[in-house]
C-alpha cells in the first residue's frame, strides 16, 4: 500500500522525468544550440531555444556537458532571452549553477525542480521580474520565494521580506535539514516543500493562513509540526508520506481535514480532531498503522455525507464516531477491530 502515498504530483514527477532526455522533441520551431549560436562562444553547447510569441527566445532545456555551469545568454542569434520555458531543466541533477539574464521577465513552472546538483540561482540586478538572494530565486520584490535550488544543504531561513512560499518552491530539495517560515509568511503553495526527504524541521509562523495541496508531503524525516491558528483547511495531501511525523497540532478553527492529508504517517500515534472540524476525507489518516488514540473535540458534529467513506481512519474508527459522537477513541494493541469510546 505505500503507492497510496505517491499522488498525482509524484506521478508527475515521474512521468517528467521520463521525457527529461527528449525535451526538445516534437517543437517545431525548437533548435539546440551546437555551439556556433552567436559565433562568440557566448550561449552553452547544448542550450534549447525556440523563438516566442513575443519576438523573442525562450529557454526550453539542455543536454550539453554535464557539471557544467550555465549562463543563460541576454540574446541568441539576434533574438532577445526573454523567458525560461516549463520543465526547461527539470531532472537535470549535473548542472552546479544557473546565471539568469536581465532580459528574462518569464520563467515557467518547475523550470528548475529535481536539479539535485543545482546549488545557486543568480540573477542579473538589472532584471526587473526577479531577483536572487544567497542562490534563492524570488520575485523582484522579494515578496514571493520562485524556487530554492535542488542542491541547497542544511539549514534555511526564509527572509523577512517574503509573504509567499510559491507553489514547489522548496520540491526534491532533499538536501535541505531545516526550515524557518517566519512571521510575515501567510500562504505556502502546493507542494511547496515535497519530497524534501532529508526534512526534520520545520516552522511555520503565526501569520500563514493557507497551506496548499501536498505542501509538504513525502518529507519522511519530518517528526513534528504545529499548523498555525489562522489555517482553515489541511488540503489534500498536506503531509501525505511523512512517515515518521508523530506529533501533529491541529488548531481550532480548521473546519477540514481533506482526503490522503495524513496518509502514510506511520509513526502517528495519537491525534486530536478540534470539534470545528465538520469534514474529513477519503484516506485522510489511512496507513497511520500506529495511531491508537483520537479525539474528536467538543462540538464535534462530522455528518455521515462528510466523513470519507474510504478508509479515512484505520479499521471502524468511523463508523465508532458516527455511532457514539465526540469522545476520546482507543484501541488496544492496534487492534483494527476494538476501536473503543474512553468514558
Not at 550561449?43 to 534549447?48: I, K, R
Not at 486530536?272 to 500506529?290: L, M, Q
Request: aromatic share 10%; net charge negative.
Amino acid at each position: 500500500m505505500k503507492q497510496i502515498k505517491q499522488q498525482a504530483l509524484f506521478m508527475a514527477g515521474l512521468l517528467a522525468a521520463l521525457v527529461v532526455g527528449s525535451v526538445f522533441v516534437g517543437c517545431e520551431n525548437e533548435r539546440v544550440n551546437d555551439g556556433g549560436a552567436n559565433g562568440d562562444g557566448t550561449v552553452p553547447s547544448g542550450l534549447g531555444y525556440e523563438r516566442n510569441e513575443q519576438g523573442g527566445a525562450t529557454i526550453t532545456g539542455y543536454n550539453g556537458p554535464a557539471a557544467t555551469a550555465i549562463v543563460i545568454p541576454a540574446e541568441i542569434e539576434g533574438l532577445p532571452v526573454t523567458a525560461i520555458g516549463e520543465r526547461a531543466f527539470f531532472g537535470n541533477g549535473g548542472i552546479p549553477s544557473v546565471t539568469i539574464p536581465a532580459s528574462v521577465t518569464a520563467i515557467g513552472d518547475e523550470a528548475f525542480q529535481w536539479c539535485s546538483g543545482l546549488a545557486s540561482i543568480t540573477v542579473d540586478q538589472h532584471n526587473t521580474v526577479y531577483a536572487s538572494i544567497d542562490g534563492v530565486l524570488f520575485t523582484k520584490n522579494q515578496k514571493t520565494i520562485v524556487t530554492c535550488p535542488g542542491g541547497k544543504e542544511g539549514a534555511y531561513t526564509i527572509p523577512g521580506s517574503v509573504t509567499a512560499v510559491g507553489d514547489g518552491a522548496f520540491a526534491w530539495c532533499k538536501r535541505l535539514a531545516s526550515v524557518i517560515i517566519p512571521d510575515g509568511v501567510t500562504s505556502i503553495g502546493g507542494s511547496a516543500f515535497a519530497e524534501c526527504s532529508g526534512l526534520t524541521s520545520v516552522t511555520i509562523g503565526g501569520s500563514v493562513t493557507s497551506i496548499g495541496d501536498h505542501a509538504f508531503a513525502g518529507c519522511e524525516r519530518l517528526t513534528s509540526v504545529i499548523i498555525p491558528d489562522g489555517v482553515a483547511f489541511i488540503r489534500e495531501g498536506t503531509f501525505n508520506g511523512c512517515e515518521r511525523l508523530a506529533s501533529v497540532t491541529i488548531p481550532d478553527g480548521v473546519t477540514a481535514i481533506e482526503k490522503w492529508a495524513f496518509s502514510g504517517c506511520e509513526r502517528l500515534t495519537s491525534v486530536t480532531i478540534p470539534g470545528s472540524v465538520s469534514a474529513v476525507g477519503d484516506y485522510a489518516f489511512s496507513e497511520c498503522w500506529n495511531l491508537t488514540s483520537v479525539t474528536f473535540g467538543a462540538g464535534s458534529s462530522i455528518r455521515p455525507a462528510d466523513f470519507g467513506y474510504f478508509s479515512p481512519f484505520p479499521s471502524y474508527l468511523r463508523d465508532k464516531y458516527l455511532e457514539a459522537g465526540p469522545g476520546t477513541y482507543t484501541r488496544p494493541n492496534r487492534d483494527p477491530d476494538f476501536w473503543t469510546k474512553q468514558p
